[in-house]
Each structure stands twice: as structure tokens, then as C-alpha cells.
């Protein structure tokens, strides 16, 4: 059974830190682009960073980039989302995603939206106060 559960959310104030976790059951012997998204109240949900892995470059979107990092441990097939310099605008519910379609790859997973997303994660909160 293919299941992501996220972990890591909390609160923190501006300028902080915090490292969410994906624990991933997927199946070994197939590839598959792994995502961050995150929701506001009100607000659509916006894709933050993918990885696929496969291999090839991570997407990190222009909101985060340089304070947020994505990576992954394969021998724990866990899913990382190191986030610093914290801002209030970076408050959200935080989504672990992933899919190994036939039409995924290195460049498909490249900023895929997140309607192209089949598997998700129940979500971590993330709360950063001023």
C-alpha cells in the first residue's frame, strides 16, 4: 500500500527554522517525483519543491528559494523539506506528495502542479509567527 505521512510542522517564530519529514511506502523498483506543497486559509495549493528520483536537478519555487531545501534519504525512504528564514507568509498546511505516472521524469517533475499529483500526505501545519 503506497502511503506518505508527514511530520516536522509546528510553530515558530519569524526568522526560525524547521525540518519536515515525508516517510514514503512506495514501491522500491519505481521512480517517482516527490513533491512539497503547501495550502493557506483561502488559497490555492502551491508547489514549494520537487525531487524526482530517478536523479536530475530539484525544483525549488522562487518563493522559497535560497531558504528552503529539498532532499532525500533513499536507504530511509524518507522525503526532506529544510526550511529556514521563516516567514509569516510561509504559514501553511504542508502536503507530501508524490507519482510515478507514464508521463513522469526528471523534467516533468520540474514544477508539475499539483492536480498532476496522485498520492498524497495527510499534511504537517507549519505556523510562523512575527
Known amino acids: 500500500q503506497v502511503q506518505l505521512v508527514e511530520s516536522g510542522g509546528g510553530s515558530v517564530q519569524a526568522g526560525g527554522s524547521l525540518m519536515l519529514s515525508c516517510a514514503a511506502s512506495?514501491?522500491?523498483?519505481?521512480?517517482?517525483?516527490m513533491g512539497w506543497f503547501r495550502q493557506a486559509p483561502g488559497k490555492g495549493r502551491e508547489g514549494v519543491a520537487s525531487?524526482?528520483?530517478?536523479?536530475?536537478?530539484?525544483y525549488v519555487a522562487d518563493s522559497v528559494k535560497g531558504r528552503f531545501t529539498i532532499s532525500q534519504d533513499n536507504a530511509k525512504n524518507t522525503l526532506y523539506l529544510k526550511m529556514n528564514s521563516l516567514k509569516p507568509e510561509d504559514s501553511a498546511m504542508y502536503y507530501c506528495?508524490?507519482?510515478?505516472?507514464?508521463?513522469?521524469?526528471?523534467?516533468?517533475?520540474?514544477?508539475?502542479?499539483?492536480?498532476?499529483?496522485?498520492?498524497w500526505g495527510q499534511g504537517t501545519q507549519v505556523t510562523v509567527s512575527s
Open positions: 525531487i524526482y528520483t530517478g536523479g536530475g536537478p530539484v
Open positions: 506528495a508524490a507519482d510515478d505516472g507514464p508521463r513522469v521524469n526528471g523534467f516533468w517533475c520540474q514544477g508539475a502542479p499539483a492536480a498532476d499529483f496522485g498520492i
Open positions: 512506495l514501491y522500491t523498483y519505481r521512480s517517482y517525483c
